[in-house]
């Protein structure tokens, strides 16, 4: 990353690893007014369709009322973007790790809720572990705890971020970001929780239903 007004990256010569061909690659990014670092932020507001953010604010509708419930609304909006940034800073950190600093996946734009809401899923598994979730299960509706239907989501998203591994793309989706959103959420839902609302006015591990 680079100071403010800078660009974020240069041209350079890109040779595919199986054809050989080559290409001048310049920058997907262009230079940026403000510094780089507070896009870790500003990115958690931004979404590339209709369809993404509409994904994200069901997830988020779902299941973030009762969180920020348990939280109060200043605490929670603070636990919901360091979140946030956690899981982009998760993203950066597979993306370098696996695919380099200088690959072609090192220049392409995060951005997204996804990360932040997975830090709520996280917390939310941990306050209401049996809540019973409407799900879409075998062509059916049905009711099932919330740490399958959380659980499930996240084994998903492992399984469907390995290519990584093995330097494929992953179709354009951060599935670091979401994995180390909800980790992040995991670990952090309790001391926030130590530290937050007077008194929750719900109950943990209740029975109430939630849409899904």
């Not at 695919?99 to 734009?109: F, I």
């Not at 209401?128 to 059916?140: G, I, N, S, Y």
């Not at 599935?175 to 959420?185: K, R």
Request: include cysteine.
């Amino acid at each position: 990353m680079t100071g403010d007004n800078e660009p974020i990256a240069e041209e350079r010569l890109y040779e595919h690893p199986l054809t050989g061909q080559r290409a001048l690659v310049k920058p997907a990014i262009p230079a940026t007014p403000i510094s780089v670092y507070v896009t870790l932020l500003t990115s958690l507001f931004l979404h590339g369709s209709i369809l993404h953010i509409a994904g994200n604010m069901w997830f988020l509708y779902i299941f973030g009322d009762n969180v920020e419930d348990f939280l109060g609304h200043g605490l929670y909006l603070v636990y919901y973007l360091i979140c946030g940034i956690l899981a982009s800073l998760a993203h950066v950190f597979a993306t370098v790790m696996l695919y380099g600093v200088d690959s072609p996946q090192a220049h392409v734009p995060s951005l997204g809720a996804s990360g932040a809401i997975s830090g709520v899923l996280g917390g939310y598994i941990v306050l209401f572990p049996q809540k019973p979730v409407l799900v879409f299960l075998f062509r059916f509706l049905t009711y099932v705890p919330a740490w399958v239907a959380i659980g499930s989501w996240f084994a998903f998203q492992i399984v469907s971020g390995l290519p990584m591994l093995g330097g494929q793309d992953t179709g354009g989706v951060a599935y670091a970001a979401h994995v180390g959103g909800f980790i992040a959420g995991v670990v952090l839902i309790l001391p926030f929780l130590a530290g937050g609302a007077a008194g929750p006015p719900r109950v943990p591990w209740s029975n109430q239903s939630e849409g899904y």
